[in-house]
Protein backbone atom coordinates (compact mmCIF):
# COMPACT_ATOMS: atom_id res chain seq x y z
CA UNK A 1 0.00 0.00 0.00
CA UNK A 2 1.40 3.57 -0.97
CA UNK A 3 2.98 5.48 0.09
CA UNK A 4 6.34 3.16 0.88
CA UNK A 5 4.63 -0.47 -0.48
CA UNK A 6 5.29 -2.03 2.71
CA UNK A 7 3.06 -2.50 5.80
CA UNK A 8 0.74 0.40 5.89
CA UNK A 9 -2.26 -1.18 5.41
CA UNK A 10 -1.71 -3.61 7.84
CA UNK A 11 -0.64 -0.85 10.45
CA UNK A 12 -4.06 0.55 9.78
CA UNK A 13 -6.02 -1.74 10.01
CA UNK A 14 -4.99 -3.22 13.19
CA UNK A 15 -5.21 0.65 14.46
CA UNK A 16 -8.70 0.67 13.20
CA UNK A 17 -9.37 -2.48 15.25
CA UNK A 18 -7.53 -0.73 18.48
CA UNK A 19 -9.99 1.90 18.08
CA UNK A 20 -13.06 0.11 17.48
CA UNK A 21 -12.51 -3.85 18.43
CA UNK A 22 -15.79 -4.64 16.76
CA UNK A 23 -15.37 -3.21 13.37
CA UNK A 24 -14.90 -5.70 10.29
CA UNK A 25 -11.62 -5.40 8.88
CA UNK A 26 -10.64 -7.21 5.54
CA UNK A 27 -6.64 -7.49 4.30
CA UNK A 28 -5.83 -8.17 1.10
CA UNK A 29 -1.72 -8.88 1.25
CA UNK A 30 1.00 -10.14 -1.05
CA UNK A 31 2.16 -12.26 1.76
CA UNK A 32 1.35 -13.32 5.42
CA UNK A 33 2.67 -11.22 8.30
CA UNK A 34 2.48 -13.33 11.17
CA UNK A 35 2.94 -11.19 13.57
CA UNK A 36 -0.17 -8.86 11.94
CA UNK A 37 -2.23 -11.44 11.60
CA UNK A 38 -2.07 -12.50 14.92
CA UNK A 39 -2.79 -8.99 16.30
CA UNK A 40 -5.60 -8.97 13.60
CA UNK A 41 -7.15 -11.79 15.31
CA UNK A 42 -6.02 -11.37 18.75
CA UNK A 43 -9.30 -9.54 20.64
CA UNK A 44 -11.82 -12.59 19.12
CA UNK A 45 -14.08 -9.25 18.65
CA UNK A 46 -15.58 -8.36 15.01
CA UNK A 47 -15.20 -10.21 11.99
CA UNK A 48 -11.28 -10.35 10.05
CA UNK A 49 -10.52 -11.50 6.91
CA UNK A 50 -7.37 -11.87 5.34
CA UNK A 51 -7.03 -13.26 2.27
CA UNK A 52 -3.29 -13.37 -0.44
CA UNK A 53 -3.83 -11.85 -3.61
CA UNK A 54 -1.92 -14.70 -5.50
CA UNK A 55 -4.62 -17.14 -3.86
CA UNK A 56 -7.61 -14.68 -4.53
CA UNK A 57 -8.71 -16.86 -8.00
CA UNK A 58 -11.45 -14.17 -8.77
CA UNK A 59 -13.47 -11.40 -8.48
CA UNK A 60 -16.38 -13.27 -7.31
CA UNK A 61 -14.51 -15.31 -4.54
CA UNK A 62 -12.75 -11.73 -3.12
CA UNK A 63 -16.47 -10.42 -2.95
CA UNK A 64 -17.72 -13.25 -1.61
CA UNK A 65 -14.92 -12.92 1.66
CA UNK A 66 -16.14 -9.52 1.54
CA UNK A 67 -19.42 -10.04 2.42
CA UNK A 68 -18.76 -12.73 4.78
CA UNK A 69 -16.86 -10.29 6.64
CA UNK A 70 -19.36 -7.81 7.23
CA UNK A 71 -21.86 -10.51 7.93
CA UNK A 72 -19.61 -11.55 11.11
CA UNK A 73 -17.41 -14.52 9.82
CA UNK A 74 -14.02 -14.60 9.79
CA UNK A 75 -12.41 -15.14 6.06
CA UNK A 76 -9.04 -16.68 6.50
CA UNK A 77 -6.52 -18.11 3.85
CA UNK A 78 -5.13 -21.38 4.60
CA UNK A 79 -1.77 -20.66 4.32
CA UNK A 80 -2.63 -17.32 6.73
CA UNK A 81 -3.90 -19.70 9.36
CA UNK A 82 -0.92 -22.38 8.88
CA UNK A 83 1.34 -19.05 9.46
CA UNK A 84 -0.31 -18.26 12.74
CA UNK A 85 -0.33 -21.81 14.22
CA UNK A 86 2.56 -23.14 13.54
CA UNK A 87 5.21 -23.44 16.18
CA UNK A 88 8.25 -22.22 16.40
CA UNK A 89 10.81 -23.68 17.74
CA UNK A 90 13.42 -21.58 16.32
CA UNK A 91 14.75 -18.12 18.22
CA UNK A 92 13.51 -15.33 16.26
CA UNK A 93 16.66 -13.88 15.77
CA UNK A 94 17.26 -17.28 13.46
CA UNK A 95 14.49 -16.37 11.32
CA UNK A 96 16.27 -13.22 10.07
CA UNK A 97 18.08 -13.77 6.39
CA UNK A 98 21.49 -12.83 5.92
CA UNK A 99 20.66 -9.14 4.94
CA UNK A 100 18.31 -8.71 7.46
CA UNK A 101 21.05 -9.19 9.58
CA UNK A 102 23.45 -6.42 7.92
CA UNK A 103 20.43 -3.78 8.43
CA UNK A 104 19.86 -5.06 12.20
CA UNK A 105 23.41 -4.63 12.52
CA UNK A 106 24.16 -1.06 10.54
CA UNK A 107 20.89 0.12 12.66
CA UNK A 108 22.62 -0.92 15.65
CA UNK A 109 25.27 1.27 14.73
CA UNK A 110 22.76 3.82 15.21
CA UNK A 111 22.63 4.75 11.42
CA UNK A 112 19.46 6.20 9.70
CA UNK A 113 17.23 4.30 6.95
CA UNK A 114 19.53 6.82 4.22
CA UNK A 115 22.69 5.46 5.38
CA UNK A 116 21.89 1.96 5.71
CA UNK A 117 21.05 1.98 2.01
CA UNK A 118 24.17 4.17 1.12
CA UNK A 119 26.13 1.60 3.02
CA UNK A 120 24.30 -1.64 1.25
CA UNK A 121 23.69 -0.14 -2.20
CA UNK A 122 20.26 -0.31 -1.67
CA UNK A 123 17.52 1.42 -2.22
CA UNK A 124 15.57 3.58 1.29
CA UNK A 125 12.88 1.35 0.71
CA UNK A 126 13.90 -1.71 0.45
CA UNK A 127 15.82 -0.79 3.90
CA UNK A 128 12.38 -0.18 4.85
CA UNK A 129 10.87 -3.33 3.89
CA UNK A 130 14.22 -5.32 5.50
CA UNK A 131 13.15 -3.25 8.91
CA UNK A 132 9.41 -4.09 8.71
CA UNK A 133 10.62 -7.97 7.84
CA UNK A 134 12.46 -7.44 11.40
CA UNK A 135 9.88 -5.98 13.32
CA UNK A 136 7.63 -8.58 12.31
CA UNK A 137 10.27 -11.92 12.45
CA UNK A 138 11.17 -10.13 15.80
CA UNK A 139 7.58 -10.29 17.05
CA UNK A 140 7.82 -6.43 17.55
CA UNK A 141 3.73 -5.24 17.25
CA UNK A 142 2.88 -1.52 16.70
CA UNK A 143 3.12 -0.12 20.03
CA UNK A 144 2.80 3.37 20.44
CA UNK A 145 4.57 3.17 23.96
CA UNK A 146 7.43 1.54 22.49
CA UNK A 147 10.21 1.91 19.54
CA UNK A 148 10.67 -1.39 17.46
CA UNK A 149 13.64 -0.23 16.25
CA UNK A 150 15.05 0.13 19.70
CA UNK A 151 13.39 -3.16 20.44
CA UNK A 152 15.25 -4.94 17.56
CA UNK A 153 18.68 -3.74 18.10
CA UNK A 154 17.91 -5.02 21.88
CA UNK A 155 17.60 -8.52 20.87
CA UNK A 156 20.32 -8.40 18.54
CA UNK A 157 22.65 -7.35 21.52
CA UNK A 158 21.30 -9.91 23.38
CA UNK A 159 23.32 -12.29 20.94
Same mark, same amino acid.
Given at each position: ??????????? $??? =? @??????????? @?????? %???? /? *?? #???? !????? +?? #??? &????????????? +??VL?? $?????? %???????????D %???? *??? &??? *?? @??? #???? !???????A /?? #???? %???V?????A?? /?K?D??? &????? *??????? =?????
Open positions: MPPTGTDEGLR $AAI =A @VRRRRPAFPVM @VLSQHV %ERLY /A *RE #LLAS !GEGSV +GY #LLK &DRVGDVREFVDGV +GRGG $ATVLDP %EVVAAVMAHRR %EPLD *RLT &DRE *RQ @VLG #LMAE !GRSNASI /AA #LSVT %EKASKHINIF /ALLPV &DLEVN *RRVQAVL =AHLRL
